[in-house]
T-cell receptor
């Protein structure tokens, strides 16, 4: 079936550290891949997306590349800020419903 | 602000009761999705409507039902509530409800069943 597996959290980093959150997927066909972010007390916000192999999604300094050969969509940021503290969800959309990973909580300390 | 609105923000009720959650999609979006977010199950897709008709069904219990009205707002009805129904319920919307479309999420309704 279609599913997403993302690295377990929580992740704690110091400000300006490099961030990687791993995400791998299982899917039939060629789904779109997404990263959503959930700040405390808020709903999910789209962070970035990629619709086909080798596409790179980017937004607010975050990047992720759709890798078909490794079925991965890892989220990276070169220098995190305290304001990036949130829960990050990897998701795929093979059909009408979106499948989410379990979420990774990121805490950035000053 | 995604443009998706949900009411109420919080809801506290007792077991056995029935509640209705409301969602207004972004202007121009025809499709509405409902999700449940709980600590043990994560974020789970419940149901999708497109232009008033049910399009896809996920892990929605028989005690739960939804509908989308002609003005495109949607309601999720939860009945015979149990303690385990306590969760965050999110609504999302998309333009045409097609595969691989970006979904825009509302702020959620936090339901507490006592």
């Amino acid at each position: 079936g279609n599913s997403v597996t993302q690295m377990e959290g929580p992740v704690t980093l110091s400000e300006e550290a490099f961030l990687t959150i791993n995400c791998t997927y299982t899917a039939t066909g060629y789904p779109s891949l997404f990263w959503y972010v959930q700040y405390p007390g808020e709903g999910l916000q789209l962070l970035l997306k990629a619709t086909k192999a080798d596409d790179k999604g980017s937004n607010k300094g975050f990047e992720a590349t759709y890798r078909k050969e490794t079925t991965s969509f890892h989220l990276e940021k070169g220098s995190v800020q305290v304001s990036d503290s949130a829960v990050y969800f990897c998701a795929l959309s093979p059909s009408n419903d979106m499948r989410f990973g379990a979420g990774t909580r990121l805490t950035v300390k000053p | 602000d995604s443009g998706v609105t949900q009411t109420p923000k919080h809801l506290i009720t007792a077991t056995g009761q029935r509640v209705t959650l409301r969602c207004s999609p972004r202007s121009g979006d025809l499709s509405v999705y409902w999700y449940q977010q709980s600590l043990d199950q994560g974020l789970q897709f419940l149901i999708q409507y497109y232009n008033g008709e049910e399009r896809a069904k996920g892990n929605i219990l028989e005690r739960f039902s939804a509908q989308q009205f002609p003005d495109l707002h949607s309601e999720l009805n939860l009945s015979s509530l149990e303690l385990g129904d306590s969760a965050l319920y999110f609504c999302a919307s998309s333009r045409r409800g097609g595969e691989q479309e970006t979904q825009y999420f509302g702020p959620g309704t936090r339901l507490l069943v006592l």
